[in-house]
Structure formats: structure tokens, C-alpha cells
């Protein structure tokens, strides 16, 4: 069921537990930032999400869904959207419901790979690394954040990069949300968001400068979004992790859990990989 609990073994602590719903839930408050965006619209039912941008882009046209949940409201909600929309299922999905997403026109690509640490505090990243939350007020901090991102998961189209600013700029204001981003000498040189929900925090969009890939910047992040995040009072961090990224974050102490089902609509590119990782 959604309630199912995957009991996993969290090398620095203990045996912990997470279920389908905390990663749905986490996953759905991280897309929905994108709501804030003119014309775009946020859909949350029976526990699953998904978000209608006007913007013809996989990165803001998605629905998180678990898996059984009825897939007709969301091919309603997303309607000519869904041919560019991405489909993530927490879990493995129900014969039913992959055949009506393949139905539909969606074609299955690689999975993304949910996986855990428990927060402890203090953690210690690299010492040539400067990672900070950006704060409202700082407007260069924040368009330097929509910028790595951006570059670091290749949405090239100025509208999907004036989508990505508008969300920065929301994320600031948000108290269930953090813009951190990592400077070396005073130069910005990698961007994440921490999203907190029910249980846990999630990570997402961890992207590095190519200029600095292989000095730590990526693990300065994630030490930082772990402090972060038990400060806050989460328990566990979580990542969506693109399977060729997994072998990192199992050395930064994350431990793997439950598969995310990943669909794409036949007009939707194939994803760029998790840029940045490490």
C-alpha cells in the first residue's frame, strides 16, 4: 500500500524507516515552487501532486504520484500538457497504473533512486568551500543561483530560465524552503534548494560549476543541507538521485531506499543527468 514502510540501514546512525507518502509529500512541495509562476498551476489530490506551467517544459510539468493512484484526474489536470510533462512514481506502480501512463502516451526512462541520511550535527564539508542560505535580500545571491542551476541541468530556453528565477525568487520567501548556494573565494560555484515536509527535508537540484568538479563542492553542500536540516528539525535528508550519481551519495553517507518510476511524454526531451555529482 502507500503506507508500505521501506526498512532501510543508515550507516550513520541506525535502522530507520521511510515511507511512500513523506517522499511523495517531499517530492510534490518541492515542484509545487513552481507554482508561483503567472499561469501555472498547482494540483494535490488523495496524496498525490502535480504541477501545469505554461511553459512547454519536463522541468515544470510534472506529477508525483504513488503507486495507485488513479491516473485520470492528473491526464485531466496536465490535458495537452501531458505530452511534455515528466511522471514520477514513488514506488513500484500498480499494473494498472503503468498501463494507463504507457496508455497515454508516456514512455518509461531511467528510474531515479530515493535514498537517505539521517541529520546529525555538527558535520564538517571541505574547508575551501563557502556554503550559505541566500538570503531575500540578496538579489545577486539569488540570480547567481537560478544561473547554476540552469546551466547545471541544461535548460537552455530563456522562458524555462525565467521560470527557474521566479521560483528562486519565491524560494527565499518560503519557510519550507532554502536556496543554498557554495562559493569558492568569494565566487559562486554551486546551487542546491533544501525543501522541508512532514518527517524529513529533501535536497534537490545539486548542480556545480564544470571549472570545480572533483574539489568538493557537491559534498561541501550536501554537509551543509545535513546541518541545515537538523537545525530545522528534520530527521532525515532525502535525494532523488539519478542512478549514475548514487555511487556518491553513498559515500557522503546516504543509504538507498525505494525506486522512483520515471515516464516521459513523447514530446518531452530524455533528462540531463544530475549535473555537478560530484
Known sequence: TDLEVYRVLDPRTMESGITHRMVTENLGAFFSLAAVCPGAVHLEWNGAHAVRSTVPSPAFNIAVLTPRTPLEPFLRFLGDHKAH????????PS???QAAIEASGCQSTSDLHVMIARTVAPTSG??????????ASDTAGVGSWARLVADGFELRASEEATV???????????PRAALLLACIDGSPVGAAVIVASSGCAGLHNVATTKAVRGRGVATAIVHHALDFAHAQGSEYLLVAAEPEAAGFWARVGFTGTLRISRFLGTSAPAPASELGIP
Open 164 to 174: 527557474l528565477s521566479e521560483v528562486a525568487r519565491a524560494c527565499v520567501e518560503n
Open 95 to 97: 499494473a494498472p497504473l
Open 126 to 135: 571541505p574547508g575551501n568551500v563557502a556554503v550559505s542560505v541566500v538570503e
Open 85 to 92: 510533462a515528466t511522471w514520477l512514481v514513488v514506488g513500484e
